[in-house]
């Protein structure tokens, strides 16, 4: 597997791990990472530091039942480098209770790797919201 062809595997497993709401996978992979999210200002460094993040995003009703689409994802790295960049568009899709499907959000992923004993890893990544949809009706 290529240098690209495995970041872009990094990037897409985050949303496969979300959507299954497979909290710890999630976190793990910002183990070594710094994880900063324009929508709040949060600027939070390690797994143990994002992870409240994700919690409560599970417990708001997020993962489980959404999906999350990652395209445009460009790859910047060098033959033979050890660090790398990348950056996608992610659009959210949430199921609605009455089984339809809505746009819940969108934004972009800029993200910084560094390659460790020929894995690559998160070194950082800036999470930007640009557009929502209508937020999903709660239930009570």
Not at 12 to 29: K, M, P, T
Not at 44 to 63: C, K, N, T
Not at 88 to 107: C, H, K, M, N
């Amino acid at each position: 597997m290529s240098d690209s062809e495995a970041i872009t595997a990094l990037v897409h497993s985050y949303a496969r791990l979300l959507d299954a709401g497979d909290i710890d996978g999630v976190v793990a992979l910002f183990e070594h990472s710094t994880w900063r999210s324009l929508p709040n200002g949060s600027v939070l460094h390690g797994s143990d530091a994002i992870r409240p993040v994700y919690e409560r995003l599970m417990a708001d009703g997020g993962g489980i039942r959404t999906r999350h689409l990652l395209t445009n994802v460009s790859i910047d790295v060098e033959p033979g480098a050890v660090c790398a960049s990348s950056h996608s568009y992610w659009t959210v899709l949430r199921g609605g209770a009455a089984g339809g499907i809505q746009i819940a959000l969108s934004g972009q992923y800029t993200d910084a790797f560094e390659k460790v004993d020929g894995t690559w890893r998160f070194t950082d990544r800036l999470i930007t919201t640009d557009l929502t949809g209508e937020p999903a009706p709660r239930s009570e």
